[in-house]
């Protein structure tokens, strides 16, 4: 049997808290990160848990569900994420079976045209989630009925839109829903909201509500590994610390990732190897590759000297290693307080 829990007491107030009884926190379905501990921690927190398996298989899915499901004590505010571009490649059908098999009231479908699934989505009574980087995307999708527009801005961190942060993106996107007749639509902001002055920004801008990634890669129920969390802690300054492009994919392994966009990780050894990399034939590219391998295996795995490290330009603001929850409250907690100051200012 399904509790029904109340919306959170988190002192803001927003269309997104009263809809979706839920804190105005979507975690971020990073694929590689946002297992099965974090979704059931999220949601336990008040915030929509959504498990990522992009890049990753379906049975992957199917484990960390039966985590989440394991953790949580209740499924309103669980669900999981899929690249559009993966699921294109999966049989006709497979949404539909896992909508069914898994009973996600929240799906997020990222990167490219998600009409063709909103349907199943809708009718299976989930809310539907999908991403754009341009007012065009946003009306688009509204059109297909979306339940929560996400305007994902450039400061995001794995793969995302690289035409404008959300600071110039939610504004703008959240005016041509509204021009459209979509003024009811819920739009999310995501890229660079790592703390509370990001979510009351987001919110100020236009937001309903905030997706939470890099701030959550470095939660204790993240499946980032502790040299991958070590690296977000120690980067200082995202603006100079990360680096957005194809390359990282690339020397990886990985010609066309699914979401057909560039990545923005954390600058390491790896990423110092693209000057070599631009102008190389393809017998250097494959020794470029073999110096990356083997420099991931020398530092005993992906971190803060080799290898990919997702996180957004705001990562500098991640500073520990802390419980989910305690993540989500301070973030909701400063929120509050940062609206509750500016109003004064204009008294």
Same mark, same amino acid.
């Given at each position: 049997?399904t509790?029904a829990?109340a919306?959170?007491a988190?002192?803001l107030?927003?269309r997104?808290?009263?809809?979706?009884?839920a804190?105005?926190i #979507?975690l971020?379905p990073m694929?590689g990160?946002?297992?099965?501990?974090?979704a059931?921690? #999220?949601? +336990?927190?008040?915030?929509i848990?959504?498990i990522?398996?992009?890049?990753e298989?379906?049975?992957y899915l199917?484990?960390e569900w039966?985590?989440?499901?394991s953790?949580a004590?209740?499924?309103e505010r669980?669900?999981?994420?899929?690249n559009i571009?993966?699921?294109?490649?999966y049989?006709?059908?497979?949404? =539909?079976?896992l909508?069914a098999e898994?009973?996600?009231?929240? #799906?997020?479908?990222s990167?490219?045209n998600?009409?063709p699934y909103?349907a199943?989505?809708l009718q299976?009574?989930?809310?539907?989630?999908?991403?754009c980087?341009?007012?065009?995307?946003?009306?688009?999708?509204?059109?297909a009925?979306v339940?929560c527009i996400?305007?994902q801005g450039?400061?995001a961190g794995?793969?995302?839109h690289a035409?404008?942060?959300?600071?110039? +993106?939610v504004?703008?996107a959240? %005016?041509? +829903?509204?021009a459209?007749?979509?003024a009811e639509t819920?739009?999310?902001?995501a890229?660079?909201?790592?703390?509370g002055?990001?979510?009351?920004a987001?919110?100020v801008?236009?937001a309903d509500?905030?997706v939470? @990634?890099t701030?959550m890669a470095a939660? =204790? =129920?993240?499946?980032y590994t502790?040299?991958?969390k070590?690296a977000?802690v120690?980067t200082?300054?995202?603006?100079?610390?990360?680096?957005?492009g194809t390359y990282?994919?690339?020397?990886r392994?990985?010609d066309?990732h699914?979401s057909g +966009?560039?990545g923005r990780?954390?600058s390491n =050894?790896?990423?110092?190897?693209?000057?070599e990399w631009?102008?190389?034939?393809?017998?250097t590219?494959k020794?470029?590759?073999?110096?990356?391998?083997?420099g991931?295996v020398?530092?005993g795995?992906? @971190?803060?000297?080799w290898g990919?490290?997702?996180?957004?330009?705001?990562?500098?603001l991640v500073?520990? #290693?802390?419980?989910?929850?305690?993540?989500?409250?301070l973030?909701l %907690?400063?929120a509050a307080?940062?609206l509750?100051?500016s109003a004064s200012?204009?008294l």
């Amino acid at each position: 049997m399904t509790v029904a829990l109340a919306a959170p007491a988190c002192g803001l107030s927003t269309r997104f808290t009263k809809r979706m009884s839920a804190s105005p926190i #979507v975690l971020a379905p990073m694929g590689g990160c946002a297992g099965g501990r974090l979704a059931a921690a #999220v949601s +336990l927190a008040g915030g929509i848990g959504l498990i990522g398996s992009g890049g990753e298989s379906l049975d992957y899915l199917r484990k960390e569900w039966g985590i989440a499901t394991s953790h949580a004590h209740s499924r309103e505010r669980l669900g999981f994420g899929l690249n559009i571009g993966q699921l294109d490649d999966y049989p006709a059908g497979t949404l =539909e079976l896992l909508l069914a098999e898994l009973g996600a009231h929240h #799906v997020y479908l990222s990167f490219g045209n998600c009409a063709p699934y909103a349907a199943a989505v809708l009718q299976a009574g989930a809310a539907l989630y999908s991403n754009c980087g341009d007012s065009a995307g946003a009306v688009a999708h509204a059109r297909a009925g979306v339940t929560c527009i996400v305007a994902q801005g450039s400061d995001a961190g794995g793969h995302t839109h690289a035409g404008a942060s959300i600071f110039a +993106l939610v504004p703008q996107a959240r %005016a041509a +829903l509204d021009a459209a007749g979509f003024a009811e639509t819920l739009l999310v902001a995501a890229g660079g909201v790592c703390d509370g002055r990001g979510l009351a920004a987001a919110l100020v801008l236009g937001a309903d509500a905030v997706v939470l @990634g890099t701030a959550m890669a470095a939660a =204790e =129920e993240s499946s980032y590994t502790d040299m991958q969390k070590q690296a977000l802690v120690e980067t200082a300054c995202g603006a100079a610390g990360t680096t957005i492009g194809t390359y990282i994919d690339a020397v990886r392994g990985i010609d066309n990732h699914s979401s057909g +966009l560039p990545g923005r990780c954390i600058s390491n =050894e790896s990423t110092r190897l693209e000057g070599e990399w631009i102008h190389a034939d393809a017998a250097t590219r494959k020794s470029i590759m073999a110096k990356h391998s083997a420099g991931v295996v020398a530092a005993g795995g992906e @971190g803060l000297q080799w290898g990919a490290t997702w996180a957004s330009a705001a990562c500098g603001l991640v500073t520990h #290693v802390k419980p989910a929850a305690e993540i989500i409250d301070l973030v909701l %907690a400063d929120a509050a307080r940062v609206l509750k100051t500016s109003a004064s200012l204009t008294l």
